[in-house]
């Protein structure tokens, strides 16, 4: 049994997600008295092509296509009267790190941030600069409550996503990630104030061999996540007092934080997308 392969196309995509490829052979019988067909394996070796595994023995390294390698591969026959196979290989991420890189290291993917107005409630103007006394201290600013009734106002928040590719499921920092969550940042973070930023969560997903995408959420607030609350009674009825001329006021407003514990996110190790 005499199998040739002749290649007929190989192709290449690259996006925002990453790269891929196919390489596609026609695989046939030069010696027209043989007619047993071959074995799968004996088609998909004729290619000289060799499926990618994580126990390839250092110096047998599968033939690569630019920086990808196959993964897959798919046998097709052509014809019932001929000795015929159309092969395609389907390549992926590049598992096989180059030497100028450390298989350790995690690599920046993208970086997405959004922003958006958030509604609160309003009880103080021109207080912003309370936000960062203790909470049970009376702020300041001119009050635009009616009665307890507070305006809604608008806000900015933003939404920051950050994935980073990483080697090996061990590499992500699944357990620095769940003590994070719900923080507020201790220190500068991606170009954010101290206090500004919660991190929000984790996820993580397969998308080769070697290779696992994480994406880190995190949520950037104008007033640092505080939000004004009027002081109230047993009832839960907001205790006013009066704002002349029959009017009245919310009589106690104080700022609360509701993610008061905060950390340093630079525990996470992720690279800088600014850098």
């Known amino acids: 049994m005499t199998l040739v392969a002749f290649e007929q196309s190989r192709g290449f ?8 490829g196919s390489r596609t052979f026609l695989v046939v019988e030069n010696d027209s008295t043989v007619t047993s067909q071959p074995s799968i394996d004996q088609v998909i070796r004729a290619t000289g092509v060799r499926l990618y595994v994580q126990d390839n023995p250092a110096g047998d390294e599968p033939p690569p296509l630019g920086n990808l390698i196959p993964l897959t591969v798919n046998v097709r026959s052509e014809s019932d009267a001929q000795i015929q196979y159309s092969v395609e290989f389907k390549y992926g991420l590049d598992a096989l790190v180059p030497d100028e890189e450390s298989p350790d290291d995690p690599n920046f993917v993208t970086f997405t941030l959004a922003q958006r107005p958030v509604a609160i409630d309003l009880y103080r103007s021109d207080s912003t600069e309370d936000l960062k006394i203790e909470e049970g201290t009376d702020i300041d600013g001119h009050p635009v409550d009616e009665a307890g009734v507070p305006l809604t106002a608008f806000i900015i928040q933003q939404d920051l996503e950050l994935s980073v590719r990483y080697p090996s499921l061990d590499r992500v920092p ?65 205790n006013l007092a009066p704002l002349g001329s029959g009017r009245f006021k919310a009589q106690t407003v104080e700022y609360k934080q509701p993610f008061p514990e905060t950390q340093n996110f630079n525990l996470l190790g992720l690279p800088n997308p600014t850098s």
């Open 174 to 238: 699944t357990q620095t990630s769940l003590y994070l969550v719900s923080k507020r940042n201790s220190v500068p973070f991606l170009g954010a104030e101290s206090g500004t930023l919660l991190f929000t969560g984790m996820s993580v997903t397969r998308d080769g061999i070697n290779s696992y995408r994480a994406t880190f959420t995190f949520t950037w607030d104008q007033w640092f996540h505080m939000r004004q609350v009027p002081a109230r009674n047993q009832n839960g009825d907001v």
């Open 13 to 20: 995509d690259r996006d925002t997600d990453g790269q891929s």
